[in-house]
């Protein structure tokens, strides 16, 4: 989850048009996510390496396996989770690389995992000569692997339209073996304009990822059909191809801009607050679309956005579920 409000919306496409061109199985695919987002405890906006909540810097490819297990494994059973999606960077792909393997080799052993690139500031890699050198080590691992995706950028808001789109050709081209139906491409801006990448013709076979976040509004919305609404109008006529990456609501008590919040019930009718309804809206968009989504996060140690509240380590670890009303509103989401 980014830390900067959202950039106004561009309109313009980039690269050839083809705006009714979506693969013939993208519905199929799009909709199969009911995800969850794995996050590094103080965001995965690093320079260093990325340390996922529960795991540490002492870590092996075999502790790292363990942990994975518990988590992914409880993710699944408690919160009906049947993805996961990772975040990558150079760093932990160059340093990291032989510990975090353990804890993907997992996930990718119980579902579908998405591989997300975050660039640690500007909304673009500083070094293009090591982004690619991550790309490459994380392809050649997984490129063949059925359950694996690879998101090429999170949040790219440091690139014009046709830059992102261009950069985004180059990707698929340099990797031209990985199958472009497991290829997933953020809208431009806060992976928010859609149709800015899913106009391009030379990306028709990709998939597409927006967020949707409550405080992409400066004065948030109070009534669900506007946060529908909302949602919809980042994705266009591209929801077949599309699918949520990051989206989330208060979980546990907490604070923004400087006013306390209890606990939420997101049960119908029971609370008033704009929390309440932009949950609820974006729920019900996605449900009617059959959108698949990743919570964000499903776990994240200390987040109040957090599905999940982690105990134990190691072989100990154990996950609960703060808010029962917030998991049924996104099983709510996949259609659950």
């Known amino acids: 989850m980014f830390v900067i409000l959202a950039i106004a919306l561009t309109l313009s496409h980039c690269g ?49 396996s363990m942990v994975a297990d518990k988590v992914v494994s409880q993710m699944m059973s408690l919160v009906g989770s049947n993805s996961v999606r990772m975040p990558i960077n150079e760093s932990t792909v160059s340093s990291y690389w032989g510990t975090y393997t353990g804890a993907i080799d997992i996930a990718l052993s119980k579902g579908k995992v998405i591989l997300c690139y975050w660039a640690y500031s500007g909304g673009k890699p500083a070094s293009l000569t090591n982004f690619w050198n991550m790309w490459t080590t994380v392809v050649d691992k997984y490129g063949t692997n059925s359950n694996c995706y690879f998101e090429l950028i999170n949040e790219p808001y440091g690139y014009s339209d046709t830059s992102l789109c261009n950069l985004y050709n180059d990707w698929i081209t340099k990797y031209a073996s990985v199958s472009q139906s497991r290829v997933i491409l953020d809208g431009s801006g806060y992976a928010q304009n859609v149709a800015a990448v899913g106009g391009d013709s030379r990306l028709s076979s990709c998939l597409l990822a927006v967020h949707e976040y409550s405080f992409f509004v400066t004065n948030p919305f109070t009534t669900e059909a506007a946060w529908s609404n909302h949602i919809a109008g980042y994705v266009g006529s591209y929801s077949s191809r599309t699918i949520c990456t990051e989206w989330g609501y208060p979980c546990s008590p907490g604070s923004k801009n400087g006013i306390s919040y209890d606990f939420i019930d997101y049960s119908p009718g029971l609370t008033s607050n704009y929390f309440y309804y932009y949950a609820r809206g974006v729920a019900s968009q996605l449900s009617s679309w059959g959108m698949g989504s990743f919570y964000w996060p499903g776990l994240r140690d200390g987040d109040w956005y957090s599905m999940t509240k982690k105990s134990g380590a190691d072989s100990s670890v154990t996950l609960s579920i703060p808010n029962a009303s917030a998991l049924t509103n996104l099983k709510r989401s996949w259609n659950q």
């Open 16 to 64: 050839k048009k083809d705006p009714i061109a979506p693969p013939v199985d993208g519905n199929k695919l799009s909709g199969s996510f009911y995800g969850v987002n794995w996050a590094d405890t103080r965001d995965n906006f690093q320079s260093g390496v990325l340390y996922l909540s529960g795991l540490r810097s002492s870590d092996t490819y075999s502790s790292a």
